[in-house]
């Protein structure tokens, strides 16, 4: 298995512009998350979704943001508009509950800019 | 919800020497504590974990305690080389079905001095 694949791997956008960050789990695993990291705040849970179903958005910052996953085998993280703020790596990140937490593995992330 | 704190935010160790990285949480129900290291530029990636029927795990140079009545664990790294440096993260998390998400400690920069 080629692991958890993350697109792009670097994206550098304008202030207003849309950006939109992909993601394709480890083939049988049934839970997804994102992540945002920063310097200041760490790594963040943004969202998690479970058999393609969104279960806790609470960490989404606010409605820019909105995550989708309409298949076991994509899911995406769309924010719009985006602001400097926004700048930080994103991972994802799946598992499975049949492995249990202790398979959980991210992707190489996406490292954002927004200008 | 879970809080996880962790410290120190950095360490500096010189080589040879054993690294100790601290942990806690708050919610007496989680049941999971993994430790993830991240290289600069790259994912984390999970090095030990341990579950709360467990007060210790080690695997070679690295070790992983828990008390579950205070609420802390900590990462044991002995005999340090230069490529332990990286960021470390502890975590913590519920098991069980419908509960499932790992909280994050901020991340703890060891740097080992050659």
């Known amino acids: 298995d080629a692991g958890v694949i993350q697109s792009p791997r670097h994206e550098v956008t304008e202030m207003g512009q849309e950006v939109t960050l992909r993601c394709k789990p480890i083939?049988?695993?049934?839970?997804l998350f994102w992540y945002r990291q920063t310097m200041m705040r760490g790594l963040e849970l943004l969202i998690y979704?479970?058999?393609?179903?969104?279960?806790?958005d609470s960490g989404m910052p606010e409605d820019r943001f909105s995550a989708k996953m309409p298949n076991a085998s994509f899911s995406t993280l769309k924010i719009q508009p985006s602001e400097p703020r926004d700048s930080a790596v994103y991972f994802c990140?799946?598992?499975?509950?049949?492995?249990?937490?202790?398979?959980?593995?991210f992707g190489s992330g996406t490292r954002l800019t927004v200008v | 919800g879970e809080n996880v704190e962790q410290h120190p935010s950095t360490l500096s160790v010189q080589e040879g020497d054993s690294a100790v990285i601290k942990c806690t949480y708050s919610?007496?129900?989680?049941?999971?504590f993994p430790w993830y290291k991240q290289e600069l530029g790259k994912r984390p990636q999970l090095i030990i974990d341990?579950?709360?029927?467990?007060g210790e795990k080690k695997d070679q140079r690295i070790a992983v305690t828990l008390n579950k009545t205070a609420k802390h664990f900590s990462l044991h790294i002995t005999e340090t080389q230069p490529e332990d440096s990286a960021v470390y993260f502890c975590?913590?998390?519920?098991?069980?079905?419908?509960?499932?998400?790992?909280?994050f400690g901020k991340g703890t920069k060891l740097s080992v001095i050659p």
């Open positions: 990140a799946s598992s499975s509950i049949t492995t249990g937490p202790g398979g959980y593995t």
């Open positions: 083939s049988g695993h049934d839970y």
């Open positions: 979704f479970n058999n393609n179903v969104p279960i806790d």
């Open positions: 919610d007496s129900a989680s049941n999971y």
């Open positions: 341990i579950r709360s029927n467990v």
């Open positions: 975590a913590a998390s519920l098991s069980g079905a419908g509960s499932y998400q790992l909280t």
